[in-house]
């Protein structure tokens, strides 16, 4: 069975960084695509990052703009989001996934997801 347990949000103050984990259960991550998604009160699930399935690349949102860095340790079956320069903006809950099939950017194409982390960034 398939577990993603996302941990490291918190509470930072504009400017801040945090770096978010997604622990896997077993091969997850060797057998699975994994991407980032966030989703703020009152709005819909939005792509953050993801891997892409054929060129194994990752491909980030365009409101990124380089401050969050996607990377992966096998031996630790764990995916991580650096988040840096955070901004008011970027407060929501964000979420891991794992796909086997789709694009990077679609959650309907995620068939697992983890509870979410709370990252909240105060001006």
């Known amino acids: 069975q398939v577990q993603l347990v996302e941990s490291g949000g918190g509470l930072v103050q504009a400017g801040g960084s945090l770096r978010l984990s997604c622990a896997t259960s077993?091969?997850?991550?060797?057998?699975?695509?994994m991407g980032w998604f966030r989703q703020a009160p009152g709005e819909e699930r939005e792509f953050v990052t993801g891997?892409?399935?054929?060129?194994?690349?990752?491909y980030y949102a365009d409101f990124v703009r380089g401050r969050f860095t996607m990377s992966r340790d096998n031996t630790k079956n764990t995916v991580f989001l650096q988040l840096n320069s955070l901004k008011p903006e970027d407060t929501a809950v964000y979420y891991c996934g794992a796909r086997n099939r789709g694009n990077y950017y679609d959650p309907q194409a995620y068939s697992y997801w983890g509870q979410g982390t709370q990252v909240t960034v105060s001006s």
């Open positions: 891997y892409d399935r054929i060129s194994g690349g990752a």
């Open positions: 077993g091969r997850t991550i060797s057998r699975y695509v």
